[in-house]
């Protein structure tokens, strides 16, 4: 009899196995089960990658993933090129306009475990002042920016700007915790020269498949 085949009386029947998907434990107390429970989720590491967002920007924002609004701060991202893009309402020329980390490190998640040393290998997508990031004053005709053929050979690259805009209360102004993350998976601060207003933002990046041939 296979080792894995349910005995009558044995633990061995709530063992939770697949060859084909991987296990992950979510303990938070945002999850349903609340704090001190677990939710288990199966998920198929041939789909993509689990990318967990951190964003700061200095206006309100709105982002987008291929062109949708992500539903959650850890959307499967199927492997392949894509597209983020940002349109932020304001921004002020001389501070961040935008710190962004999309990472996926299975033996670095806080609130997240998996069961399974084919969870993947550590992706991130990291803001920085490498040219890859690039912005336009202008609004654009369509939804065309957010696709990675779009051609963005009048958008300009965005520029380092590590200084946040100061807090109206300096005093009560403790820098947010998600500023503190975004620092250590490497990110860096962005910003735009101009008039300051209403700005668009997008970064092409690719997420290679490991399981291809």
Not at 67 to 96: D, M
Not at 149 to 161: I, N, Q
Not at 164 to 173: F, G, K, L, Q, V
Not at 181 to 209: C, N, Q, Y
Request: hydrophobic share 35%; glycine share 8%; net charge negative.
């Amino acid at each position: 009899m296979d080792e894995r085949e349910l005995k009558l009386n044995s633990l061995a029947r709530y063992v939770k196995a697949s060859e084909l998907f991987v296990l992950e434990e979510h303990g938070h107390c945002e999850v349903p089960a609340g704090c001190g429970g677990v939710v288990l989720r199966w998920r198929n590491p041939r789909a993509g990658v689990p990318f967990t967002m951190w964003l700061e920007t200095d206006g309100p924002c709105e982002m987008y993933l291929d062109g949708t609004t992500p539903t959650s701060a850890r959307p499967l991202v199927p492997f392949g090129t894509h597209v983020l893009a940002f349109e932020i309402a304001s921004y002020h020329p001389a501070y961040t306009t935008l710190m962004f980390a999309g990472v996926y490190k299975p033996d670095d998640e806080t609130h997240v475990r998996t069961m399974d040393p084919r969870g993947g290998t550590e992706t991130s997508v990291l803001s920085a002042a490498d040219g890859s990031w690039t912005y336009s004053l202008d609004e654009p005709e369509d939804d065309a920016w957010m696709r990675p053929d779009f051609d963005d050979d009048g958008w300009r690259p965005m520029e380092l700007r590590p200084d946040r805009r100061p807090a109206e209360d300096p005093e009560r102004d403790s820098e947010p915790y998600r500023v503190r993350r975004l620092r250590e998976f490497g990110a860096v601060g962005l910003g735009v020269p101009g008039r300051g207003g209403r700005v668009w933002i997008r970064k092409v990046f690719t997420i290679s498949d490991p399981h291809a041939a």
